[in-house]
């Protein structure tokens, strides 16, 4: 397995044509992704966060600019994506979604059944191999999913707003889970979000999107130690800044 | 409270069918309907019963009849899906292929299957090949269009997840597009296997000298009308066994999209 170090999105641009009409979405968007850190890109909805997260996975490709790893083009098999709506297929159990990434690496049958069971347990899903995403809830299905990413045993993850569709009490515990899995097991992770308060509690560093087109706006370093209080005071006025800070700039630019 | 229940909507429906046999052999008895038109309920039973080991009078028993229908029905709606649902397949995943393919298929889609039937005899005359061949023409289109929207209606998340997951365009297409698509794929073949039907019988009215279709034919020729209804008993049932055969199939290996 090969390990990447930091990442560099270099003048990110990238446009769509509706009807005719030219509408540009992300421009000249610069920043590093360090090794094994924790970033979260926000933005509001309709931002571009989504088509940036599909430029770095490689699933779309930008009108210009670059993203390079190690002074080389980033390449599909060091990373892997979890979609906002879990996207597990449905005609496979629990055990064969996990089971996926590996089967397409060649990985026996044996040894990547036992892999996929230790993810299974990672993500505290031991007892539910052989269900059917059907059978279980929103917040399990995610974490199946998280299970299958971490399958790949790649050194980057991308998790597209993978809690955006959850009630607040699972969304809180499965931010909990996340950041327990992330620590026992580091990769570096790019995060979107559209919730200043989900960003501050994963984040080691938030970046965000605004404008029309967006740009990067802010930058902050998050240093709270972990495991991180919401209703903290270094919280808070973290996050009311960004409030601040972000709000502000829409304003300003659009 | 639940058995009860079923033992009701049985009983119901045995009372529903009773009645009805009852009303048609009162019609005929009383000679409402005269007989050389109508046979009544109980008569058709006798031919039905004496139809399974005698060949007279259009020639075949009706196990023959049934045999041969089948076999020709059968060998069409095979070819029909075997081409039909990887080209609908490839016209979902392939806008090339698509390109190709969509034009021609939206002239020939809207022609009725019985309209083929005369270009089809003087092609292949009226033996077997003619006759699968017409029941190809129906059954194919099913096939594709539901095959074609099964591929079309994957969500783009799943190609994407493909993707993330380092599978190949062949990869995503096999092991994502095909199960998938696979519950929408026995819908059209259930409808394809519905239209083969149909069309069989058309075609044997029309030109032949054994099948189910050609029985019914003789029996108008001969004014038999037990004959008729019989043999008109049997295509439905046979349509209904079949249908009922495919879906445990899909059953079995559509199973994920049963809630």
Redesign the interface.
């Known amino acids: 397995m090969s390990v990447v170090g930091d990442i560099c999105v270099r003048n990110i641009s990238k446009s769509f044509n509706n009807n005719g009409k030219k509408i540009e979405v992300l421009k000249d968007i610069n920043f590093e992704i360090h090794k094994n850190e924790f970033l979260v890109l926000f933005g509001p909805g309709q931002c571009g966060k989504s088509v940036l997260m599909?430029i770095i996975?490689?699933?779309s490709e930008p009108d210009s600019g670059e993203i390079m790893c190690d002074g080389k083009k980033l390449r599909?098999?060091d990373?892997?994506?979890v979609?906002?709506?879990y996207?597990l297929?449905?005609?496979k159990t629990c055990l064969k979604n996990v089971e996926?990434?590996m089967k397409?690496?060649g990985v026996s049958k044996e040894k990547r059944e036992e892999k996929a069971k230790e993810y299974l347990k990672l993500v505290e899903l031991e007892g539910f191999e052989n269900s059917?995403p059907?059978q279980i809830s929103g917040g399990m299905k995610q974490r199946v999913a998280i299970a299958?990413a971490y399958a790949?045993e790649c050194d980057i993850l991308?998790f597209d707003e993978p809690f955006g569709a959850l009630d607040a009490q699972t969304r809180y515990s499965m931010e909990k889970e996340l950041i327990k899995i992330w620590q026992s097991e580091k990769k570096t992770v790019v995060f979107i979000t559209n919730n200043i308060e989900e960003a501050v509690y994963l984040a080691d560093r938030i970046i965000i999107l605004g404008g029309s087109p967006s740009s990067i706006t802010e930058e902050f370093k998050i240093e709270i130690p972990r495991p991180r209080n919401r209703s903290d005071q270094a919280f808070l006025a973290i996050r009311k800044e960004i409030e601040n800070r972000a709000v502000h700039s829409d304003i300003v630019s659009g | 409270m639940k058995i009860k229940g079923k033992k009701r909507t049985i009983i119901r429906a045995v009372i529903g069918l009773s009645s009805f046999f009852l009303i048609w052999e009162m019609i005929v008895r009383l000679g409402i309907i005269p007989r050389n038109r109508m046979s009544p309920f109980t008569e058709v039973i006798a031919t039905f019963i004496r139809k399974i080991t005698d060949p007279t009078p259009d020639g075949a028993t009706i196990i023959e009849h049934f045999l041969t229908s089948f076999s020709v029905a059968f060998s069409g709606f095979v070819v029909a899906a075997l081409i039909g649902v990887p080209l609908g397949m490839m016209m979902g995943y392939n806008r090339y292929a698509k390109a190709y393919a969509n034009t021609i298929f939206e002239i020939l889609r809207p022609i009725p299957p019985i309209a083929w039937i005369p270009i089809i005899m003087l092609l292949l005359g009226i033996g077997t090949s003619a006759k699968i061949f017409i029941i190809f023409v129906a059954a194919v289109v099913p096939a594709v269009i539901n095959s074609y929207t099964g591929i079309k209606r994957v969500p783009e998340v799943y190609i994407n997840v493909g993707k993330s997951l380092g599978m190949s365009h062949f990869k995503i297409f096999t092991k994502i597009c095909i199960p998938h698509a696979l519950p929408a794929v026995f819908t059209g073949l259930r409808l394809s296997l519905n239209t083969a039907w149909v069309a069989l019988v058309a075609a044997e009215l029309l030109a032949s000298t054994k099948g189910l279709g050609y029985m019914i034919q003789i029996g108008r020729v001969l004014a038999k009308p037990e004959i008729i209804i019989t043999g008109m008993i049997v295509i439905g049932c046979s349509g209904a066994v079949m249908s009922g055969l495919l879906g445990l199939f899909e059953k079995r290996f559509a199973k994920w999209s049963r809630k």
């Open positions: 599909e996975a490689n699933i599909e098999e990373l892997c994506m979609f906002q709506r996207a297929f449905p005609w996926m990434p397409f690496k059917y059907r299958r790949k991308l």
